[in-house]
């Protein structure tokens, strides 16, 4: 068993990467990482009911968390799946592409004034090509510069 | 760790709301905004760094050093790369973080002492799950940020909502231990039962406080750590949930198999449905 | 007798109900009925006339010989209560003595017991008698005239339902024996008018002339109601006649025998006088004299048939049967009974003065309503049993050959495809003899040309107005003497009662009593006795110049109703194009009328007046069995030197017509040319109309256009703003719906955590 002060501190981790996963959950708009947010809310909750059940000796909080585990597997599998539906239909992971439901004569949100880019641009150095430069494509498709 | 103050109010009322102020504005500041400056970010980091001290200070001393050091080592791996998770701008950065954050979540349950949980974090999160995810945005998005990563939906109000729950999480938690057994309950307490049942024989060593409203745990005398947790844990579940461990068994199974019916199906209507959203 | 008298009973009730009953068919199977449409009211008005009739024998026998000199007989009157309309316990009015069982009430006391009841009961009696065989005769008449005249109309089963209606409204006026039955009916007439002179509603000019009717006679209304507001108080009681209480108490009618006979029995001064007035301002209202008159040339939009019955004969009468019916009230007024006549004699003049140059057969005639109802009103004004008799005389007789007058025009109007611009048709003598024959006679009786029957009728106004002009000339100690009022207190008591408003049985007995002596004193210097106020209009010299007024009157009657033979029926034929085929005369039902109604108006009037049976017959209404009209009876007479008068008056009218347009084309120049401004001024009716629009009509119309503002910006913004409200925060709410999940989810996070918060507060420690 654990003590009450570990149990304490486990709980405040625990509720504290619950309530990040919230914020995270409700603000960003990539699909992926809204799902990444709920995977976080997921791992908080594990964290409290092993606390628990370690606290009390019940294995029940543990045999939960396992099916949780189980579960958010498949929802992974499932969900993963949507995603990709919804990333064919619209050519992009964005949760606010999808307006339908709104009512009847309120206009579309529409970004405006998204932040620039700010990634810096990398600047190789260049060398000058020594020997031969190889046949085949130029296509710079396997070439990224930045992630 | 500070010890706790008082044992009339569990937490200061000052500390907690400088707390959930702090990381309220922090993660305002740090949640990707058209106007986002590289001070506004440094800001919003300072400002998350002294919210989560603040939380921190809710907490309580283990005992030893030693095991403070390695609580709060593997507690901030999680938390702050929980942090870093949701305001990251590239969600390729975003699912990385993601993965330290299971790193740290699994040295919280190993600490806790349950280790098949912890390595089973590791396997099936991180190994899996985190893969998987980085799979489908390879194939969505492989040039990385894109537009929509750089803004949020109502950063102010979500953050705010977070900030306060996070703040009545905690209150709950310190009222906890240090509070009295509420008046309308009129069991007695566990540990009253459990010393009446027990006799003198005491918790774990490390109680701080000695109140005698703590929740004593069920069977006294037992070790914080079980060697055998594993084996233990086996046991319950094949032994008390086999059935729900074999429903899980073919919860997956029909999730195997839904996912493919959904793809399927999702390319025969892919050619007539590639259009845009409305 | 007593059978005869059960019979009566039981066939009073039934004499309104017929027609009602043919109205509720007409309305209920009219459309089925087609064609025949006419047959339940017709059936209806016919069965009243047959029990009209019965009961006018009827009650012919119970009047017996009379005893006096002049032989006057007993009063005769059968009431049947068919139920308690309304009954209110507990209504007194004012601190009331309680009164032993059989003791009759004095006047000024409320009923004992302060019970207000309205019994439905209808009563018989000569007046009542003798005008339900005139309504139901004359309304027999008019409706199968309309058979034919209404022929083609859309309307037709309405037209004789709204006739049949009119019938039994107009017969439970003058058999009502209550006074807010009296109310009830009158209005019931004034709407029957209403929707019979808007009967083509889609014309504008129709519709106009029906509201204008309409709220006119609203004017004359109210008059009546403030004055049963005021009988009320005085009385105690609205009915007619005497009626016992359950509780024994014996309750004396306002014109029941017991009070009638009662010297003290009706109350002079102030309260008298102003009930009286306010019944004349019904009257007038009603029977269309100054100033409430404006409304009778208009209401000539309606079907010609539909102004025969209404306007002519029956419901114009109203008024001069309200008058005679309150006999005993107005006879302790005498300065009222001065107004009457004067209001009678001045509408008579003008409107005849407004008739001779009027171009429209119908305007014609209507002005000449208004003045033969002037005539009556003039009569009832002397206060004398003959004024009054000679009222109701000319009354029958009007109806006759007035009715008789405007169905020849409708035949006219039939035949000229409904053009009455009389400059625009003439000669028609050759065209429709049968109308012209019978519209002569009808314009001779109108014109008095003896022996028709107007001229008997008129008269005996004009002897009643000389016998008050000239009172030692008749034989009229009687006259001036029964012309005093009752002992109640009208002299000098007159002024000091205008402000006094007690009716306390002490006070007024003792107030009687101390005139009592001083009236008798008053009684032996009768023509020294000083009159105040409305009073002194009673005098000699009043009645001569109505009389002088009366005869110039008949003059100009004789010549406007002869220009207008004259011009439709005689000189070169001329038929205007609208007539088409139409020129011919018209079919039997519409003839056989006009020729029933010739007849009466040619003979009635020699019959009735030398065997003297209508005014012998009408001595026994308890109404003219006060006894101050009993004391002005004198023997029936016949007055050659009034009748010289009124003859030469005639004639020199119809010469005057006759020089004019006898022969002539009738679209030539006439006479009004010679009448330069004054011709202007009666063309355009002495400006009564333009008077009423401005002082009236326009600001009545702007307060109309305010509160209809009021109406629909303030009332019907308020409830459309609270209307707008919902909406209003719909569209606000409805805002939250956007479309996007993650909001969405926000808002459920954030309502949760308000609840926890709320919770928390709630439960801290």
Known sequence: MIPATLLTNALLVGAVLFCLGLVGILTRRNLIVMFLSAELMLQGVSVTLVAWSRYHGDWGGQVLVVFVLTVAACEAAVALVFVLQAFARTGRLDASAWQALREENLPRVIDHGLPADDRVVPTWPHLSPAGVLPEGDDSRSLERDHV | MDPVAATTLPIPGLLLAGSVAALAASLWLLLPKTSDTANSRRLGLFLGAVGLVGFAATGRSLGCVGEDAVFLTVAGIA???????????????????????????????????????????????AGAILVMFLFVLMLAQPSGMAPYDRVSNEPMLAAAAGAVLLGLLTLSIGRLSAAEPPSCCRMPSRAQAMAAAAGPTAGTASEDDGSATLIAPVTAGV???????VAHLGAEL???????????????????????????RGEATETDHRRESR | MQSSAANLLVLVPLLPLLPLLGAVCTVLLGRRLGPRAHIPAVAGIGAAAVVALLLLLGTATQVGAGHGDPPRPEPVEIISTLWQWATVGDARSGDLPATEAGVPIAPGTAVSGGTFSIPIALRLDPLTATLLMVITGVGLLVAIYSIGYMHDDPGYPRFFALVAIFVFSMSMLVAASNFLLVYVFWEAVGACSYLLIG?????????????KAFLVNRVGDFGLAIAVFLLWMTYGTLNFHDTRLADGTFVEGILGQTRIADEAGYVGGAVGTAI??????????????????????????GPTPASALIHAATMVTAGIYLITRSAPLFMGCPGA????????ATTALVAALIATVQNDLKRVLAYSTISQLGYMFVALGTGTMLGFTAAIFHLVTHAFFKALLFLGAGSVMHAMGGVIDMRRFGGLRHVMPITAATFLIGACALAGVPPFAGFFSKDEVLASLHAKAHPDAHGSDHGEAGRQPPETGIDAGGVADRGVRSFRPASMTSRSSTLASRSTGTTDHAATTEKIGLDALDHPSTWRLLFWMSLLTAGLTAFYTFRAVFMTFTGPVRIPKEAGHHAHESPPVMTNPLLVLAALSALSGVVLFFTDALAHFLAATPSLNAPAVLATAVAHAFHPDIAIQGTL???????????????????????????????????????????????IVKPLEALAMVTAFFDRAIVDGTVDAIGQVPLAWGSAIRRMQSGLVQRYALAGVVGVLAIVLALAWQLRP
């Open chain 3, 337 to 344: 009974l001065t107004m009457v006549s004067i209001v009678g």
């Open chain 3, 276 to 301: 009286c007035l306010l019944m004349l301002l019904a009257a007038c209202g009603k029977s269309a004299q100054m100033p409430l008159h404006v409304w009778l040339p208009d209401a000539m939009e």
């Open chain 3, 199 to 211: 009967f083509w509603y889609t014309k504008p000019e129709a519709a106009r002339a029906a509201k």
């Open chain 2, 79 to 125: 938390v702050i790369s929980g942090l870093a998770t949701i305001v990251t701008r590239s969600p390729v950065y975003s699912a990385i973080w993601f993965a330290m954050a299971l790193a740290g979540v699994s040295g919280v349950l190993l600490v806790l002492g349950a280790q098949f949980l912890g390595v089973a974090t590791i396997v099936v999160y």
């Open chain 2, 238 to 264: 094949f032994g008390r949930h086999l059935f729900a461990v074999e429903v899980a068994g073919v919860l997956l199974l029909v999730a195997l198999v839904g996912s493919i019916a959904v793809v399927s």
């Open chain 3, 649 to 695: 008056a005639a004639a020199i009218g119809i010469a005057v017509a006759a020089i004019g347009h006898l022969g002539r084309r009738s679209d030539s120049p006439q006479m009004e040319r010679y009448l330069g401004p004054l011709g202007a001024l009666f063309a355009n009716k002495f400006y009564f109309d333009p008077i009423y629009a401005a002082l």
């Open chain 2, 223 to 229: 070790e914080s750590v079980d060697a055998d947790e």
